[in-house]
Antibody
């Protein structure tokens, strides 16, 4: 079955760049669907960050767009996220998910990875 | 931004009874709404999409209804494994938003 696994540093310093990778197994990214990132924190709840199709179509949360880059690496079957100039407000659990883009919502999620922004 | 407002924040129900969670959108989202269940330390799990269609493997005791701005998740004959947090999520346009969550606890 489709599985997603997030990976990346647990601790990031303020003003630096947060970089995460989502490895997809059981499904080829090239086969279709968007692939997205969502984060969750006690203060902000669930917050959608961005989604990308393998062909390059990309959509960003307007509130984060200036700091976010999402990329799909089809040979590696991975989706990456970069968030620049982080602050403590970016501390959260970050999830990747398969985004069916208006068909079935976010139908498969990774387990999530905790990122703490602290000096 | 479409604001999703869930109620109640916490719901106390006895096993075997029925739980009802509401979600209101700040503007019409047609039927582009999903419901998720989340347990501590786990990712959200898709329960319902298209406002009323159960996702694969979801028991029939879970049902969704509504359209436009008002939506409801109903869980009949509550089982012990149903006590969790439930979120609604609108995907009507490319600026997805979520409700703040409803914690379903054992009464």
């Amino acid at each position: 079955q489709v599985q997603l696994q997030e990976s990346g540093p647990r601790l990031v310093k303020p003003s630096e760049t947060l970089s995460l990778t989502c490895t997809v197994s059981g499904f080829s990214i090239r086969s279709g669907h968007y692939w997205g990132w969502i984060r969750q924190s006690p203060g902000r709840g669930l917050e959608w960050i961005a989604s990308m199709y393998h062909s390059g179509s990309t959509h960003y949360n307007p509130s984060l767009q200036s700091r976010v880059t999402i990329l799909v690496d089809t040979p590696k079957n991975q989706v990456s996220l970069k968030l620049t100039s982080v602050t403590a407000a970016d501390t959260a659990v970050y999830f990747c998910a398969r985004d069916t883009a208006g068909v079935r919502g976010l139908d498969v999620w990774g387990k999530g990875t905790t990122v703490i922004v602290s000096a | 931004e479409i604001v999703m407002t869930q109620s109640p924040g916490t719901l106390s129900v006895s096993p075997g009874e029925t739980a009802t969670v509401s979600c209101r959108a700040s503007q019409s989202i047609s039927r582009n709404l999903a419901w998720y269940q989340q347990k501590p330390g786990q990712a959200p799990r898709l329960l319902i999409y298209g406002a009323s269609t159960r996702a694969t493997g979801i028991p029939a005791r879970f049902s969704g209804s509504g359209s436009g701005t008002e939506f409801t998740l109903t869980i009949n004959s509550l089982q012990s494994e149903d006590f969790a947090v439930y979120f609604c999520h609108q995907y009507n346009n490319w600026s997805y938003t979520f409700g703040q969550g409803t914690k379903l606890e054992i009464k």
